[in-house]
């Protein structure tokens, strides 16, 4: 437990300056996507980082450098659950900095520099932070807790204060870097460029903190983040919601009140997990006030209810308490916590051990008439990879999967990828396996990604979704989300 790790972000600029301005054009047409936000794996344990600032000077506009850096860390700690605390004090960022094994001192510095720390900057790059931890698992795979940030700002840029859109005379804004790099900070890294956060890998006239990058943070460090309504009931993503196994623990709070949604009068919260591999769970909730009522139902990529995976229980546990303990198979669940009684409100706590029952997800597989195999996955995130032992079709791999659509159902299907191009399918099925009146394919979402996007409504009936890429045999990792876009 002792390995340490490194790791360095920058964000660029200029390199594109046209660019932007198309950017925020995109950005009038495009409503962002929930949980666009992409993390490092790595964070603070205890939800808070002390930083000492003591930056020399000030910018031309007049701000000094500590007053928007300063301001920067209370814009952070003030929208999400994560707190920058502050030391008026200078402390060198590249202490300890230099050389392959510069792990860092532990404690947090902030100022101009040549280098990053010895190393040139790389062209068009307005600042690095450099984080640094005591990894969670001796291989170093499940990411670090960080003990240490630093962040250097590139001296060899002309740098002001100001806000709104950039200018166009290469002036470097220190503000809006500031903020973004010390989201780096936190754990969070770029989102695409289609995304309006100021985690853009780019500099843009974005200035200030998005919903974003607030719901980055708290899938961190906060209570988890509310996924979109549905059926006028939040659905609340909890923090450790992906459970992959062996064996996940999950404890965690909350309260039925009177704004909370009903069902026939009783009050419920719903919390979304999903369960890698199938699993053997047991989950209790508990109260001192309520007489719970647990709910675990599995949810399809379309939002419905998939009967043959619904567990509810009043009693099982001690007292008036609930438990579930069943067998599940992988996939999309919500949990949720409920009372027994009519409108009863009052604190509860939920505890789920999970563990894993099969590494391979027990999915109905055959081989289709075109000879590819089709797997049959109702879920709503699937994560899956291209391999050169896949079906070949038109020259690239591909992998598909069929679910069904109950009751008409407007869809969104994200394919994303950081290994390969990403092609895109959505085909309607006949029975006997021939392809219906509806083909829909994408390659690129925007201008600026590799991604695949298609949006649809689809009438009920059986789909087929094929997961390829743009360019010949291209293998590598892949992540299909499916959303159901409200009206
Ligand atoms: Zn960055």
Partial sequence: MNSRQEFRISWRTKESLIKYATISLLLLFWAPTNHAFELTGN????????????????????????????????????????????????????????????FGDDTTGVDFTDTVCGTEFNENVLAVTLTAGVCLNPECT?????????????????????????????????????????????????????????????????????ADDIAGANFIYGGGATLSTIYGIDVSLPRNSEL?????????????????????????????????????VDIQLSSNTIDTFLYLVRVSSTQDIIDAFTFVDDDSGP???????????????????????????????????????????????????????????????????????????????????????????????????????????VVEILPDQSLGSLVLENDDRSAFSFDSRIQQLLPPGTYWIGVSSSFEEETGDYSLDITVVLP
């Avoid at 808070?48 to 506009?61: K, R, W």
């Avoid at 859109?165 to 770029?190: K, Q």
């Avoid at 604190?347 to 000879?371: H, K, N």
Wanted: charged share 15%; proline share 3%.
């Fill in 244 to 280: 992959s196994g062996p064996a996940d623990t999950v404890n965690f709070s909350g309260a039925l009140a009177n704004t909370d949604a009903d069902l026939d009068g009783r009050l419920l919260d719903i919390y979304q997990f999903t369960f890698v591999n199938d699993s053997t």
């Fill in 319 to 425: 007292g008036r308490n609930s438990r579930i303990t069943t067998n599940i198979q992988a996939g999309t669940y919500w949990l949720g916590a409920s009372s027994a009684g009519v409108g009863e409100v009052g604190d509860y706590a939920v505890s789920m051990v999970a563990s894993t029952s099969s590494t391979t997800p027990s999915f109905e597989i055959f081989q289709s008439i075109y000879d590819a195999e089709v797997q049959i996955n109702p879920n709503p995130q699937i994560r899956g990879s291209l391999s050169s032992t896949d079906f070949l079709f038109a020259k690239s791999f591909l992998d598909l999967y069929q679910f069904d659509v109950v009751n008409t159902t407007n869809l969104q299907f994200d394919l994303s990828s950081s290994q390969l191009d990403t092609y895109l399918l």
């Fill in 43 to 102: 964070f603070w344990e205890f939800a808070q980082a002390t930083f000492h600032v003591d930056i020399n000077g000030a910018s031309p506009s007049g701000t000094t450098w500590n007053e928007a850096f300063i301001r920067s860390m209370d814009a952070w700690t003030d929208a999400t659950d994560f707190e920058f605390l502050l030391v008026n004090e200078f402390l060198d960022p590249c202490i300890d900095r230099g050389g392959p094994s510069g």
């Fill in 142 to 210: 499940g990411g670090f807790n960080i003990t240490d940030a630093d962040i250097v700002f590139n001296n060899n840029e002309t740098w002001d204060v100001y806000g709104g859109p950039l200018r166009f005379d290469n002036t470097a804004e220190f503000e809006r870097t500031a903020l973004h790099e010390l989201g780096h900070v936190l754990g969070m890294t770029h989102v695409s460029a289609d995304i309006e956060a100021i985690m853009q890998p780019f500099t843009s006239e974005i200035d200030s903190l998005q």
